[in-house]
């Protein structure tokens, strides 16, 4: 992948937020609702944490938010495999999503 970490996440929210924008919260269960609230801001939260990681100035802070960003890219890996079992994703989209968090997470070093 030659974009940058921030251009795929950015994709991937895109991706993500197109079928999670078809979802009527309020017509979800609320175990259901609990988790695409979480999943939409933690996508958020990793294209910011990506954000900071690319606009670090020292190497210390870069590892700092390498970190952060990772931990919320497993965060997003595990939320993706929990909206599957209510079926948000199917097996091939969450067999892509992950594939592309794995690439994303790579790519932030």
């Known amino acids: 992948m030659s974009d940058s970490p921030f251009l795929a996440i950015k994709a991937l929210e895109t991706q993500m937020n197109a079928v999670l924008s078809g979802l009527d919260l309020f017509e979800l269960p609320k175990a259901e609702q609990k988790v695409v609230v ?15 990681y690319e606009l670090s100035e020292t190497r210390e802070e870069q590892l700092a938010k ?5 931990s919320r890219l497993d965060k997003i890996r595990k939320d ?17 999503l992950t594939a592309q968090l794995e690439q994303i997470s790579e790519n932030v070093k």
Do not use: M, P
């Open 38 to 52: 979480r999943l939409r801001d933690e996508l958020i939260d990793a294209r910011l944490d990506i954000r900071d």
């Open 66 to 70: 390498a970190r952060d960003a990772k």
């Open 80 to 96: 993706i495999l929990a909206a599957s079992e209510y079926n948000v994703f199917t097996a091939i989209d969450v067999a892509q």
